[in-house]
């Protein structure tokens, strides 16, 4: 059974930092693609980031281009993101998802999804 585990988010206030970490389990890590998304009630979930494998690349939303950087520790079957300078506007919940394909900013082509970790950054 594949899981998804994400943890880290929490209250923050704006100019803050968190490092946001999603366990994976029940799956090659290594053949996997990584993403994160974003989501608040009554919207769409959104594309946050990707990290892709073969070569390693890693993709931003432009809301989040440089205050934000995702990594992986193959070792520890585990992807993070450490989100820096937040904004109010990154409130949201937060989920990692993983994939075969790279580069991928659309939800569809993510086949496992963690249950989301909420994120809040006060103004």
């Known amino acids: 059974q594949v899981q998804l585990v994400e943890s880290g988010g929490g209250l923050v206030q704006a100019g803050g930092s968190l490092r946001l970490s999603c366990a994976a389990s029940?799956?090659?890590?290594?053949?996997?693609?990584m993403g994160w998304f974003r989501q608040n009630p009554g919207k769409d979930r959104e594309f946050v980031a990707t990290?892709?494998?073969?070569?390693?690349?890693?993709i931003y939303a432009d809301s989040v281009k440089g205050r934000f950087t995702v990594s992986m520790n193959n070792a520890k079957n585990t992807v993070y993101m450490q989100m820096n300078s937040l904004k109010p506007e990154d409130t949201a919940v937060y989920y990692c998802?993983?994939?075969?394909?790279?580069?991928?900013?659309?939800?569809?082509?993510?086949?496992?999804w963690g249950q989301g970790t909420q994120v809040t950054v006060s103004s």
């Open positions: 998802a993983a994939g075969r394909s790279n580069w991928s900013r659309g939800q569809t082509d993510y086949d496992y």
């Open positions: 029940g799956l090659t890590f290594s053949s996997y693609n």
């Open positions: 990290i892709s494998r073969f070569p390693c690349t890693t």
